[in-house]
């Protein structure tokens, strides 16, 4: 609203400061600091003046600034406030900060929470965190202490009155196959979401208080409650493991627990929706692709609970995926002697998909003999594309040894040319990112100065990468359609029409003498979210990206569905028909909310919203939202309604159950405002509704998919095993 530093108050909002601080002391220490500020006093004239500390007195003009009144309502808690939750801490450390940082210094996160920085130390030091990284194992302080082994969340309850439980698993041993790691921003998008919608199950009336664990209530009356009942299925299933209850105000867990489930009593200090979130927090680390299905069920179980303002109990309990969720369909082999390159993929394909596989499970998932694939696998291991991994036992007789892709083997460089900023990645065969670099471009940015950067930019990076740039698989373009992909064409891009018709594959491709595959933006970030991300394990999904406008891609059969001239998933004309915005001949009308980004900055514009540099900007809208300031909220909600009735038009054309939402619209502060609506709107208003939930995640490439997928492209085209190909994308 203003800067800190120079303050210009009008007589109107002297006068509602003077109306605000009324006769409170404490308020009356505010106004006058602001008063100063708005005089032109410094900090240190201000802190002289008033009998305070400069820290004070920046403080509080920073947030008058930021927030105006509602800033000055925040006051920070001195010292340790009476009751700290502690699980609440930890799993905000362990879901890590806003980016560009890495880990939470104490001061950021303390101030983050309302905490003083002594109080937060404390608890850093109980649960063994040092400058925000844990030293060790994270083991919740449970009475009996839980052992310090990898927890998995079964179920969650509570009660009205106060009472509640977590039902936890400990995790089947290590050496199974690997998935992809959870983001940082991933993590902080789950915590965000995850206890967003645990906040709202306690507003509803759960009686399970935000920051304390809550006891049974001291009256005296008794209170009958109906416990939960597990299914016998499950039941029978988590017979044979080592459960553990943690139990609050009482709780006697649910009908049907498996003999020898080991009951813990959760300390004050841990609350019960918080301790959901901090497992979680947990799982997501030692087995991410089994917690982001459990925790996206979890999710949309408290968003239903509390749409409904039940008086019920919220009650959740993890299925079972082996049942409810189809894995990703694994192509099987061919005996014809032709097809020897199809097996060979096949084989990648295979440990690709389950992160390392023996020779053994090989065979067992792709119908090769075993000879076959001691022969493929003998040339993978020699050619340096797989890589032996540590023996691991199975029972009795020869230990296995499980075979995983090298990730230094090849590369591939990813470009996401955007009308507001260009990306290059470098990504190696396992996903991981190894260099990031971006260009400002603006409406006006001419093709010729942006190829020069993506030239210069390219050799940089394949200099810097070393042994692992000699293996450069070639580049993947990602850009925004519509597109001639046979030809390698841009076609007068929305937001862009000072490029008109750019033949920027083959310019590209003539810069760096290497092979060039054109990618529709939306297109790239499916491929990289089914290599590299949240579609991994999935043979059909829809990816839903929203940046500087909205577009979808899908993966249909274990393939991209791209369409015959590329351009498949043009998802503005399809919301504009479902919201039946049409012109007077039929045609489809441009849906303003299909360019999300600007269409949440007017909307805050309209309402009010301000910012201290002038106008808004749509990081600095996510921001207000993220403080929940209703202006920013409502801007985003608004337009999320709109881009959710053309998700349903997706949904309903091609029929999946798993529809992935992300993109530079999209950050981790401001994602659950996106997936809480799509998420209801999808599982609402289609036709097979009743047959077909549809679980709606967050993607796990995010405001890189575009980029890092368009590099998944050049594997895809490499490695993924296909009868058919999709050609004239190459040049």
Same mark, same amino acid.
């Given at each position: 609203?203003?800067?800190?530093?120079?303050?210009?108050?009008?007589?109107?909002?002297?006068?509602?400061?003077?109306?605000?601080?009324?006769?409170?002391?404490?308020?009356?220490?505010?106004?006058?600091?602001?008063?100063?500020?708005?005089?032109?006093?410094?900090?240190?004239?201000?802190?002289?003046?008033?009998?305070?500390?400069?820290?004070?007195?920046?403080?509080?003009?920073?947030?008058?600034?930021?927030?105006?009144?509602?800033?000055?309502?925040?006051?920070?808690?001195?010292?340790?406030?009476?009751?700290?939750?502690?699980?609440?801490?930890?799993?905000?450390?362990?879901?890590?900060?806003?980016?560009?940082?890495?880990?939470?210094?104490?001061?950021?996160?303390?101030?983050?929470?309302?905490?003083?920085?002594?109080?937060?130390?404390?608890?850093?030091?109980?649960?063994?965190?040092?400058?925000?990284?844990?030293?060790?194992?994270?083991?919740?302080?449970?009475?009996?202490?839980?052992?310090?082994?990898?927890?998995?969340?079964?179920?969650?309850?509570?009660?009205?009155?106060?009472?509640?439980?977590?039902?936890?698993?400990?995790?089947?041993?290590?050496?199974?196959?690997?998935?992809?790691?959870?983001?940082?921003?991933?993590?902080?998008?789950?915590?965000?979401?995850?206890?967003?919608?645990?906040?709202?199950? $306690?507003?509803?009336?759960?009686?399970?208080?935000?920051?304390?664990?809550?006891?049974?209530?001291?009256?005296?009356?008794?209170?009958?409650?109906?416990?939960?009942?597990?299914?016998?299925?499950?039941?029978?299933?988590?017979?044979?493991?080592?459960?553990?209850?943690?139990?609050?105000?009482? /709780?006697?867990?649910?009908?049907?627990?498996?003999?020898?489930?080991?009951?813990?009593?959760?300390?004050?200090?841990?609350?019960?929706?918080?301790?959901?979130?901090?497992?979680? $927090?947990?799982?997501?680390?030692?087995?991410?692709?089994?917690?982001?299905?459990?925790?996206? /069920?979890?999710?949309?179980?408290?968003?239903?609970?509390?749409?409904?303002?039940?008086?019920?109990?919220?009650?959740?309990?993890?299925?079972?995926?082996?049942?409810?969720?189809?894995?990703?369909?694994?192509?099987?082999?061919?005996?014809?002697?032709?097809?020897?390159?199809?097996?060979?993929?096949?084989?990648?394909? &295979?440990?690709?998909?389950?992160?390392?596989?023996?020779?053994?499970?090989?065979?067992?998932?792709?119908?090769?003999?075993?000879?076959?694939?001691?022969?493929?696998?003998?040339?993978?291991?020699?050619?340096?594309?797989?890589?032996?991994?540590?023996?691991?036992?199975?029972?009795?007789?020869?230990?296995?040894?499980?075979?995983?892709?090298?990730?230094?083997?090849?590369?591939?460089?990813?470009?996401?040319?955007?009308?507001?900023?260009?990306?290059?990645?470098?990504?190696?065969?396992?996903?991981?990112?190894?260099?990031?670099?971006?260009?400002?471009?603006?409406?006006?940015?001419?093709?010729?100065?942006?190829?020069?950067?993506?030239?210069?930019?390219?050799?940089?990076?394949?200099?810097?990468?070393?042994?692992?740039?000699?293996?450069?698989?070639?580049?993947?373009?990602?850009?925004?359609?519509?597109?001639?992909?046979?030809?390698?064409? *841009?076609?007068?891009?929305?937001?862009?029409?000072?490029?008109?018709?750019?033949?920027?594959?083959?310019?590209?491709?003539?810069?760096?003498?290497?092979?060039?595959?054109?990618?529709?933006?939306?297109?790239?970030?499916?491929?990289?979210?089914?290599?590299?991300?949240?579609?991994?394990?999935?043979?059909?999904?829809?990816?839903?990206?929203?940046?500087?406008?909205?577009?979808?891609?899908?993966?249909?059969?274990?393939?991209?569905?791209?369409?015959?001239?590329?351009?498949?998933?043009?998802?503005?004309?399809?919301? /504009?028909?479902?919201?039946?915005?049409?012109?007077?001949?039929?045609?489809?009308?441009?849906?303003?909310?299909?360019?999300?980004?600007?269409?949440?900055?007017?909307?805050?514009?309209?309402?009010?919203?301000?910012?201290?540099?002038?106008?808004?900007?749509?990081?600095?809208?996510?921001?207000?939202?993220?403080?929940?300031?209703?202006?920013?909220?409502?801007?985003? *909600?608004?337009?999320?309604?709109?881009?959710?009735?053309?998700?349903?038009?997706?949904?309903?054309?091609?029929?999946?159950?798993?529809?992935?939402?992300?993109?530079?619209?999209?950050?981790?502060?401001?994602?659950?405002?996106?997936?809480?609506?799509?998420?209801?709107?999808?599982?609402?208003?289609?036709?097979?509704?009743?047959?077909?939930?549809?679980?709606?995640?967050?993607?796990?490439?995010?405001?890189?998919?575009?980029?890092?997928?368009?590099?998944?492209?050049?594997?895809?085209?490499?490695?993924?095993?296909?009868?058919?190909?999709? &050609?004239?994308?190459?040049?």
């Amino acid at each position: 609203m203003h800067t800190p530093s120079e303050l210009a108050l009008t007589e109107q909002e002297l006068t509602e400061l003077s109306a605000w601080a009324g006769s409170r002391q404490d308020r009356a220490l505010r106004l006058a600091i602001v008063r100063d500020a708005a005089a032109g006093l410094s900090v240190s004239q201000s802190a002289r003046a008033l009998g305070i500390s400069r820290p004070t007195v920046t403080a509080w003009r920073q947030r008058y600034a930021a927030h105006g009144l509602v800033g000055l309502e925040h006051r920070p808690r001195s010292g340790r406030p009476a009751r700290i939750d502690e699980a609440d801490v930890i799993a905000a450390t362990l879901a890590g900060p806003p980016p560009p940082a890495r880990t939470w210094s104490a001061r950021s996160l303390a101030d983050h929470l309302g905490l003083s920085h002594t109080a937060l130390g404390r608890v850093w030091q109980r649960w063994g965190i040092r400058h925000g990284i844990a030293e060790g194992p994270v083991v919740p302080p449970l009475d009996p202490p839980l052992p310090g082994r990898r927890a998995e969340l079964l179920a969650a309850w509570a009660d009205t009155q106060g009472a509640a439980f977590v039902l936890i698993a400990e995790a089947a041993p290590s050496g199974q196959p690997r998935t992809r790691q959870a983001t940082p921003e991933e993590r902080q998008m789950r915590y965000a979401a995850l206890s967003a919608a645990m906040r709202r199950v $306690q507003d509803g009336g759960t009686g399970v208080e935000g920051d304390t664990a809550v006891g049974p209530r001291d009256d005296g009356v008794a209170r009958p409650t109906t416990r939960p009942v597990l299914p016998p299925p499950l039941a029978a299933k988590w017979a044979g493991r080592r459960l553990h209850l943690v139990t609050w105000g009482g /709780a006697a867990g649910p009908v049907g627990l498996p003999a020898g489930a080991l009951h813990h009593a959760a300390p004050p200090a841990m609350g019960w929706a918080s301790t959901v979130c901090l497992l979680a $927090q947990l799982e997501l680390e030692h087995q991410p692709q089994a917690a982001r299905v459990a925790l996206d /069920a979890l999710a949309d179980s408290a968003r239903t609970h509390s749409e409904h303002r039940s008086d019920n109990p919220f009650w959740w309990v993890r299925q079972d995926l082996g049942g409810g969720a189809r894995r990703r369909t694994v192509h099987r082999a061919f005996d014809q002697l032709a097809l020897g390159s199809f097996n060979e993929k096949l084989v990648i394909e &295979s440990v690709r998909v389950a992160g390392s596989l023996s020779r053994i499970e090989i065979a067992e998932r792709t119908g090769l003999t075993p000879q076959a694939v001691s022969r493929i696998t003998r040339n993978l291991l020699t050619t340096g594309i797989l890589v032996a991994d540590e023996r691991r036992r199975t029972g009795t007789g020869k230990p296995r040894v499980p075979l995983r892709l090298r990730a230094d083997a090849a590369c591939a460089i990813g470009i996401h040319v955007d009308p507001e900023m260009i990306t290059l990645v470098l990504v190696d065969l396992c996903g991981s990112l190894r260099s990031r670099r971006t260009l400002a471009v603006t409406a006006q940015s001419d093709p010729q100065s942006c190829l020069e950067w993506m030239e210069r930019t390219t050799a940089k990076t394949i200099g810097a990468a070393g042994e692992l740039g000699q293996n450069l698989l070639g580049v993947g373009v990602a850009a925004p359609g519509p597109l001639n992909v046979h030809e390698g064409v *841009l076609l007068n891009p929305p937001l862009w029409a000072s490029w008109g018709e750019f033949p920027l594959r083959d310019e590209l491709s003539r810069r760096l003498n290497l092979p060039v595959l054109l990618e529709k933006d939306a297109t790239a970030a499916t491929i990289g979210e089914q290599w590299l991300g949240a579609g991994e394990s999935s043979a059909d999904f829809v990816y839903l990206y929203l940046g500087a406008g909205a577009g979808s891609g899908a993966f249909l059969n274990g393939d991209v569905y791209r369409g015959a001239s590329g351009n498949a998933g043009e998802f503005g004309e399809l919301t /504009a028909y479902a919201l039946n915005q049409v012109t007077p001949d039929g045609g489809p009308l441009m849906v303003p909310e299909c360019a999300p980004m600007s269409a949440v900055v007017t909307r805050a514009a309209q309402a009010g919203l301000t910012v201290p540099d002038g106008e808004p900007t749509y990081d600095a809208v996510c921001a207000a939202a993220a403080a929940d300031d209703p202006r920013a909220v409502d801007a985003i *909600l608004e337009v999320a309604r709109v881009v959710a009735r053309g998700a349903v038009a997706m949904t309903d054309l091609y029929d999946t159950d798993l529809m992935i939402v992300g993109g530079p619209a999209v950050p981790p502060q401001i994602a659950e405002l996106y997936l809480t609506e799509i998420s209801t709107a999808v599982n609402r208003f289609p036709i097979a509704r009743r047959v077909r939930p549809v679980r709606v995640t967050y993607s796990t490439l995010s405001m890189s998919a575009a980029a890092v997928g368009a590099a998944a492209g050049v594997f895809h085209m490499a490695f993924a095993p296909r009868l058919r190909t999709h &050609s004239g994308t190459a040049g």
